[in-house]
Protein backbone atom coordinates (compact mmCIF):
# COMPACT_ATOMS: atom_id res chain seq x y z
CA UNK A 1 0.00 0.00 0.00
CA UNK A 2 3.04 2.17 0.92
CA UNK A 3 4.55 1.41 -1.94
CA UNK A 4 1.26 2.76 -4.45
CA UNK A 5 1.38 5.87 -2.20
CA UNK A 6 4.69 6.69 -3.48
CA UNK A 7 3.80 5.84 -7.07
CA UNK A 8 0.60 7.94 -7.08
CA UNK A 9 2.34 10.76 -5.02
CA UNK A 10 4.79 10.83 -7.69
CA UNK A 11 2.92 11.41 -10.62
CA UNK A 12 0.73 13.96 -8.93
CA UNK A 13 4.17 15.66 -8.12
CA UNK A 14 5.22 15.57 -11.61
CA UNK A 15 1.87 16.75 -12.94
CA UNK A 16 1.72 19.76 -10.30
CA UNK A 17 5.28 21.00 -11.41
CA UNK A 18 4.33 21.23 -15.61
CA UNK A 19 3.36 24.39 -13.86
CA UNK A 20 6.32 26.04 -12.10
CA UNK A 21 5.34 29.36 -12.69
CA UNK A 22 1.60 28.38 -10.65
CA UNK A 23 3.12 26.85 -7.91
CA UNK A 24 5.55 29.80 -6.95
CA UNK A 25 2.58 31.81 -6.89
CA UNK A 26 0.16 29.66 -4.96
CA UNK A 27 2.78 29.00 -2.78
CA UNK A 28 3.77 32.84 -2.57
CA UNK A 29 0.10 33.85 -1.84
CA UNK A 30 -0.72 31.37 0.56
CA UNK A 31 2.36 32.58 2.52
CA UNK A 32 1.45 36.34 2.19
CA UNK A 33 -2.17 35.99 3.22
CA UNK A 34 -1.07 34.67 6.20
CA UNK A 35 1.76 36.39 6.77
CA UNK A 36 -0.60 39.51 6.95
CA UNK A 37 -2.89 37.59 9.57
CA UNK A 38 0.03 37.38 11.53
CA UNK A 39 1.03 41.04 11.25
CA UNK A 40 -2.63 41.94 12.58
CA UNK A 41 -1.97 39.58 15.27
CA UNK A 42 1.15 40.96 16.44
CA UNK A 43 0.00 44.96 15.93
CA UNK A 44 -2.93 44.16 18.80
CA UNK A 45 -0.54 42.18 20.80
CA UNK A 46 1.88 44.65 21.00
CA UNK A 47 -0.66 47.45 21.78
CA UNK A 48 -1.61 45.29 24.62
CA UNK A 49 1.77 44.40 25.38
CA UNK A 50 -0.10 40.50 26.34
CA UNK A 51 -3.59 38.39 25.74
CA UNK A 52 -4.21 37.15 29.35
CA UNK A 53 -0.56 36.40 30.52
CA UNK A 54 0.78 35.37 27.24
CA UNK A 55 3.41 37.41 25.06
CA UNK A 56 3.21 37.75 21.68
CA UNK A 57 6.55 35.08 21.20
CA UNK A 58 4.30 32.69 23.22
CA UNK A 59 1.03 33.35 20.97
CA UNK A 60 3.60 33.20 18.31
CA UNK A 61 4.15 29.65 19.23
CA UNK A 62 0.64 28.72 19.08
CA UNK A 63 0.13 30.31 16.05
CA UNK A 64 3.26 28.41 14.12
CA UNK A 65 1.88 25.00 15.49
CA UNK A 66 -1.49 26.05 13.86
CA UNK A 67 -0.34 27.31 10.99
CA UNK A 68 2.18 24.69 9.63
CA UNK A 69 -0.93 21.44 10.65
CA UNK A 70 -3.38 22.68 8.66
CA UNK A 71 -1.26 23.95 5.84
CA UNK A 72 0.11 20.25 5.62
CA UNK A 73 -3.15 18.98 6.02
CA UNK A 74 -4.18 21.03 3.10
CA UNK A 75 -0.86 19.52 0.92
CA UNK A 76 -1.79 16.35 1.75
CA UNK A 77 -5.30 15.88 1.48
CA UNK A 78 -6.69 18.50 -0.45
CA UNK A 79 -8.93 16.22 -2.44
CA UNK A 80 -10.61 15.17 1.12
CA UNK A 81 -10.96 18.82 1.56
CA UNK A 82 -12.36 18.94 -1.63
CA UNK A 83 -14.79 16.06 -1.12
CA UNK A 84 -17.99 17.74 -1.89
CA UNK A 85 -17.45 17.94 -5.56
CA UNK A 86 -17.28 13.91 -5.76
CA UNK A 87 -20.72 13.76 -3.92
CA UNK A 88 -22.21 16.51 -5.88
CA UNK A 89 -20.84 15.40 -9.66
CA UNK A 90 -20.61 11.91 -8.75
CA UNK A 91 -17.19 11.05 -9.12
CA UNK A 92 -17.24 9.43 -5.74
CA UNK A 93 -19.45 5.76 -7.25
CA UNK A 94 -16.05 6.18 -9.40
CA UNK A 95 -13.89 5.32 -6.63
CA UNK A 96 -16.11 2.61 -5.47
CA UNK A 97 -14.97 0.17 -8.22
CA UNK A 98 -11.42 0.43 -7.62
CA UNK A 99 -9.71 -2.59 -6.13
CA UNK A 100 -8.17 0.15 -2.98
CA UNK A 101 -10.08 1.73 -0.04
CA UNK A 102 -11.67 5.25 -1.14
CA UNK A 103 -10.12 7.29 1.25
CA UNK A 104 -6.33 5.97 0.27
CA UNK A 105 -7.43 6.94 -3.25
CA UNK A 106 -8.64 10.73 -1.95
CA UNK A 107 -5.66 10.72 -0.05
CA UNK A 108 -2.94 10.14 -3.30
CA UNK A 109 -4.39 11.16 -5.82
CA UNK A 110 -3.27 14.65 -5.73
CA UNK A 111 -0.69 17.12 -3.59
CA UNK A 112 -1.31 20.93 -2.72
CA UNK A 113 2.22 22.22 -2.99
CA UNK A 114 1.01 25.88 -2.75
CA UNK A 115 0.30 24.93 0.84
CA UNK A 116 4.15 25.10 1.02
CA UNK A 117 3.68 28.60 1.55
CA UNK A 118 1.58 28.28 4.49
CA UNK A 119 4.23 26.15 6.24
CA UNK A 120 7.40 27.94 5.75
CA UNK A 121 5.00 30.75 6.98
CA UNK A 122 4.53 29.09 10.44
CA UNK A 123 8.23 27.52 10.51
CA UNK A 124 9.25 31.64 10.33
CA UNK A 125 6.93 32.66 12.85
CA UNK A 126 7.82 29.59 15.16
CA UNK A 127 12.01 30.79 14.77
CA UNK A 128 10.54 34.12 15.89
CA UNK A 129 8.94 33.11 19.21
CA UNK A 130 11.47 30.47 20.03
CA UNK A 131 13.87 33.21 19.90
CA UNK A 132 11.70 36.00 21.40
CA UNK A 133 10.45 34.08 24.43
CA UNK A 134 12.47 35.64 27.57
CA UNK A 135 12.63 32.07 29.47
CA UNK A 136 15.46 29.42 30.53
CA UNK A 137 17.46 27.65 27.61
CA UNK A 138 15.87 24.53 29.41
CA UNK A 139 12.08 25.16 28.22
CA UNK A 140 12.79 26.68 25.09
CA UNK A 141 14.91 22.89 24.53
CA UNK A 142 11.88 20.96 25.58
CA UNK A 143 9.65 22.84 23.25
CA UNK A 144 12.07 22.07 20.33
CA UNK A 145 12.21 18.68 21.58
CA UNK A 146 8.32 18.14 22.14
CA UNK A 147 7.27 20.37 18.70
CA UNK A 148 7.30 17.77 16.45
CA UNK A 149 5.19 15.68 18.68
CA UNK A 150 2.61 18.41 18.59
CA UNK A 151 3.24 19.08 14.58
CA UNK A 152 2.15 15.19 14.36
CA UNK A 153 -1.00 15.09 17.10
CA UNK A 154 -1.84 18.36 15.22
CA UNK A 155 -2.20 17.07 11.49
CA UNK A 156 -3.82 13.44 12.83
CA UNK A 157 -6.54 15.87 14.45
CA UNK A 158 -6.64 17.94 11.47
CA UNK A 159 -7.47 14.35 8.79
CA UNK A 160 -9.88 13.34 11.74
CA UNK A 161 -11.61 16.76 11.55
CA UNK A 162 -11.40 16.54 8.10
CA UNK A 163 -12.54 12.77 7.84
CA UNK A 164 -15.78 13.08 9.75
CA UNK A 165 -17.01 16.68 7.65
CA UNK A 166 -16.78 13.96 4.57
CA UNK A 167 -18.49 11.53 5.97
CA UNK A 168 -21.32 13.81 6.63
CA UNK A 169 -21.45 14.17 3.35
CA UNK A 170 -22.24 10.61 2.62
CA UNK A 171 -25.97 12.19 3.78
CA UNK A 172 -25.88 15.62 3.15
CA UNK A 173 -23.76 15.74 -0.35
CA UNK A 174 -22.85 19.21 0.92
CA UNK A 175 -21.05 20.25 3.36
CA UNK A 176 -18.69 23.15 2.60
CA UNK A 177 -20.60 25.11 5.11
CA UNK A 178 -19.92 22.74 7.76
CA UNK A 179 -16.32 23.02 7.20
CA UNK A 180 -16.17 26.58 8.54
CA UNK A 181 -17.85 24.81 11.71
CA UNK A 182 -15.15 21.48 11.86
CA UNK A 183 -12.19 23.36 10.47
CA UNK A 184 -11.63 26.99 9.81
CA UNK A 185 -13.40 27.94 13.10
CA UNK A 186 -11.31 26.10 15.10
CA UNK A 187 -7.88 26.62 13.86
CA UNK A 188 -8.66 30.53 13.78
CA UNK A 189 -9.44 30.19 17.18
CA UNK A 190 -6.30 28.03 18.53
CA UNK A 191 -4.04 30.50 16.78
CA UNK A 192 -4.94 31.91 20.61
CA UNK A 193 -4.71 30.94 23.90
CA UNK A 194 -8.20 29.46 24.95
CA UNK A 195 -8.37 30.62 28.48
CA UNK A 196 -9.73 33.99 26.45
CA UNK A 197 -12.64 31.92 25.37
CA UNK A 198 -15.64 31.11 27.88
CA UNK A 199 -15.91 27.86 29.24
CA UNK A 200 -18.41 25.87 27.07
CA UNK A 201 -16.50 27.22 24.18
CA UNK A 202 -12.79 26.02 25.58
CA UNK A 203 -14.54 22.77 26.66
CA UNK A 204 -15.91 22.39 22.80
CA UNK A 205 -12.20 22.69 21.54
CA UNK A 206 -11.30 20.13 23.64
CA UNK A 207 -14.15 17.34 23.41
CA UNK A 208 -15.67 17.41 19.93
CA UNK A 209 -13.60 19.90 18.18
CA UNK A 210 -10.06 18.76 20.23
CA UNK A 211 -7.77 21.54 18.25
CA UNK A 212 -6.55 22.53 22.24
CA UNK A 213 -4.67 18.96 22.40
CA UNK A 214 -2.95 19.94 19.42
CA UNK A 215 -1.23 23.09 20.85
CA UNK A 216 -2.45 25.27 23.41
CA UNK A 217 -2.33 21.91 26.20
CA UNK A 218 1.17 20.99 26.29
CA UNK A 219 2.49 24.50 25.21
CA UNK A 220 0.79 25.78 28.52
CA UNK A 221 2.22 22.48 30.26
CA UNK A 222 5.84 23.68 29.07
CA UNK A 223 5.59 27.43 29.51
CA UNK A 224 4.35 26.62 33.31
CA UNK A 225 0.78 28.23 32.61
CA UNK A 226 -0.78 25.54 33.94
CA UNK A 227 -1.71 21.93 32.99
CA UNK A 228 -0.55 18.44 34.09
CA UNK A 229 2.56 16.95 33.06
CA UNK A 230 1.03 13.86 31.86
CA UNK A 231 -1.22 16.42 29.14
CA UNK A 232 2.34 15.78 27.19
CA UNK A 233 1.33 11.94 26.83
CA UNK A 234 -2.63 12.53 26.68
CA UNK A 235 -2.48 15.20 23.41
CA UNK A 236 -0.79 12.59 21.03
CA UNK A 237 -2.45 9.64 22.56
CA UNK A 238 -6.06 11.58 22.26
CA UNK A 239 -5.25 12.61 18.58
CA UNK A 240 -4.68 8.61 17.89
CA UNK A 241 -7.44 7.91 19.60
CA UNK A 242 -9.81 10.68 17.86
CA UNK A 243 -8.53 9.77 14.40
CA UNK A 244 -9.28 6.08 14.69
CA UNK A 245 -12.96 7.30 15.81
CA UNK A 246 -13.47 9.28 12.28
CA UNK A 247 -12.11 6.06 10.69
CA UNK A 248 -14.82 4.01 12.03
CA UNK A 249 -17.13 6.69 11.23
CA UNK A 250 -15.96 7.00 7.80
CA UNK A 251 -16.87 3.38 7.44
CA UNK A 252 -19.83 3.59 9.16
CA UNK A 253 -21.08 6.31 6.32
CA UNK A 254 -19.23 4.25 3.68
CA UNK A 255 -21.70 1.11 4.29
CA UNK A 256 -24.75 3.97 4.51
CA UNK A 257 -23.77 5.21 1.22
CA UNK A 258 -26.37 4.75 -1.59
CA UNK A 259 -24.75 6.56 -4.30
CA UNK A 260 -25.44 9.42 -6.42
CA UNK A 261 -27.64 7.48 -9.18
CA UNK A 262 -26.00 9.29 -11.85
Not at 47 to 65: P, T
Not at 107 to 129: C, E, N, P, T
Not at 224 to 249: E, N, R
Request: hydrophobic fraction near 50%; aromatic fraction near 14%; glycine fraction near 10%.
Amino acid sequence: MLKLYGVLVRASLRASMQYKTDFLLSALSHGIIMVTDFVLLAAILLKFDDIVGWSLAEVGLLYGISTITMSLYRLLAPELHEFEKYMIQGEFDQLLIRPVSPLFLLLARKLDLGRIGGVVQGVLVLGYSFTHLGTSLKVVWELLLYLPITLLSGLLISFALSIVTATVGFWTERIRDFQSFTLYAPYNAANFPLSIYPDWLKGLFLSILPVGFMNYLPIATLLGKGGHPLTLFISPFFACVFLAGALGFWRFGLRHYHGTGS
